[in-house]
């Protein structure tokens, strides 16, 4: 790489961490109409869906974009304002009677194509999509987004073994997981072991990716196509539950984190400091 090939990357992963820290400031502030909610699922996949929504990765409206865990769409709302794809003024009926912008996403979502109600359903809808492209000689890419709890769930690995034995059919077939170590009984690791993660998906004959979830740079070089490997892609991006932020007491709950007046201030004043 050339000194200014360098130099480009290193604006590009400045710019997307600006990227991020401003999808996470939309976040708390839609927490805080309710002061709680999944704060922490757009804190620990911001670079993920910054990655997909303003990376060049996901063409909106020509690629399909699954939402497995419903949860998370915080992190989509987020995405899609600074994609342009939501109105910003929007954000602000996070949560409220009779608004788009449910805490929990519904078919009623904007945006995404499928997002799913019970946990471990998304992969199953997003194989069907990429198997639906292959039929119809489609050029579309099919993205889901999946938590690592799901992985907890057996309709997860009925799915992964049937897009394995398509094989040929899933070249267009691109899941992320949000490895954040956290769900609702604590943290993932204290439910069910599911290391050695990678290696149970290289397993089920995908082709795989384990990077950290906060580059940017180390996402979009998973996310590129290999024309000389075809077949199913999946990314554990490894992240934290509060996207390495510093401001949250040792004892918060990520899952679902009550955000009173000083915890927003401190978030707050955290983000913009990045942004400054």
Not at 49 to 55: I, K, M, Q, S
Not at 168 to 196: H, K, W
Not at 244 to 263: N, Q, S, V
């Amino acid at each position: 790489m050339s000194g200014r090939d360098r130099d480009d990357a290193t604006d590009r992963a400045a710019d997307f961490r600006r990227i991020a820290s401003r999808m996470r400031l939309s976040a708390v502030r839609m927490v805080a109409i309710q002061g709680f909610g999944y704060l922490g699922q757009a804190l620990s996949s911001a670079e993920i869906f910054a990655t997909l929504f303003r990376g060049g990765v996901l063409r909106h409206g020509h690629d399909r974009f699954v939402l497995s865990p419903a949860h998370y769409a915080i992190a989509l709302y987020a995405a899609a304002a600074e994609a342009g794809l939501l109105d910003e003024q929007e954000l602000d009926t996070y949560g409220r009677d009779g608004t788009r912008l449910e805490a929990i996403a519904t078919e009623r979502t904007p945006v995404a194509d499928l997002v799913c109600g019970s946990l471990g359903q998304g992969l199953s809808g997003a194989v069907g999509l990429a198997l639906a492209v292959h039929l119809a000689g489609e050029d579309r890419v099919t993205y889901a987004v999946l938590s690592d709890g799901e992985m907890e769930e057996g309709q997860i690995w009925e799915a992964a073994m049937f897009a394995s034995h398509h094989r040929a059919r899933m070249g267009t077939l691109r899941v992320i997981v949000d490895a954040n170590d956290s769900q609702v009984d604590g943290p993932v690791t204290s439910v069910t072991t599911l290391e050695p993660l990678a290696d149970k998906w290289r397993a089920f004959g995908w082709r795989v990716a384990d990077v950290d979830g906060h580059d940017v740079t180390a996402l979009l070089d998973a996310l590129v196509d290999d024309p000389d490997d075809r077949g199913p892609l999946i990314v554990i991006a490894r992240t934290h539950i509060f996207g390495r932020m510093r401001a949250f007491p040792r004892a918060t709950d990520g899952h679902f984190i009550k955000l009173d007046a000083e915890l927003e201030r401190a978030l707050t004043a955290e983000l913009e400091a990045a942004l400054a």
